[in-house]
């Protein structure tokens, strides 16, 4: 089994895909506005990472991204 902190990684990386995604990207040009958002999804995974690895010691790199719903 995999350590969660790998597992959170691991989410992050595949959520950042998918938020770049073409198909993605035309639902969200289509006017796709759930009411939960992938930056939601995010600040998520930095929370828990921050419980799994506090931030005293050196976290796991979780990728940012920028959603734009223009």
């Known amino acids: 089994m995999k350590p969660l902190c790998e597992l959170i990684t691991e989410a992050s990386v595949l959520i950042s895909e998918i938020s770049e995604h073409p198909d993605y990207q035309s ?4 006017g796709y506005q759930p009411d939960l958002t992938i930056g939601d999804a995010q600040t998520a995974l930095t929370y ?3 419980e799994v690895q506090p931030p005293s010691i050196e976290p796991v790199r979780i990728f940012e991204i920028e959603v ?3």
């Open 27 to 30: 639902l969200v040009n289509k």
């Open 48 to 50: 828990l990472i921050w």
């Open 68 to 70: 734009n719903h223009e």
